[in-house]
């Protein structure tokens, strides 16, 4: 912006050209400065979760509150019927989270098998 003042304060021109710079530099500043602020960014996408991922913080997660059910029943927070019932649904969504875990681990360990008696050497060199 000095720089476009200086050049204000110069003899004026008689064909405009100074004004025409002027007008110039601004947008070509203006232009500059959008590119800067909306240029694309490179943004870190997360892995996605797996639905192992996604059973193991279930897991950690029913653990935490069961934890916390517990210490709240010993605080005097809750009655024995109310903690005993909620401790109960709590085991069982942890039961039903740990042998989903079970399943999805055994099935991973599982070797492939191939349709139709074995893998063809279609295309293989020998």
């Known amino acids: 912006m000095l ?28 232009v500059a400065l ?18 192992l991922m996604y059973l193991y913080e279930r897991k950690e997660q029913v653990y935490e509150n069961l934890r916390d059910l517990n210490f709240e029943y010993k605080a005097g927070k809750l009655s024995y019927s109310d903690f005993t019932s909620m401790r109960d649904s709590m085991e069982q969504e942890a039961a039903a989270v740990l042998a989903e875990i079970e399943q999805i681990e055994r ?6 098998t191939y349709p139709e008696g074995g893998p063809s050497n279609k295309g293989a060199r020998a």
Do not use: S, W
Request: charged letters at 10%; proline letters at 10%.
């Open 34 to 51: 959008m590119v800067y602020i909306f240029q694309p960014t490179n943004v870190l996408h997360p892995e996605a979760k797996t639905r």
């Open 107 to 112: 099935a991973a360990l599982k070797p492939y």
């Open 3 to 30: 720089i476009a003042l200086a050049l204000l304060q110069q003899a004026p021109q008689p064909d405009g050209t100074q004004m025409a710079l002027l007008v110039l530099g601004c947008a070509l500043f203006a």
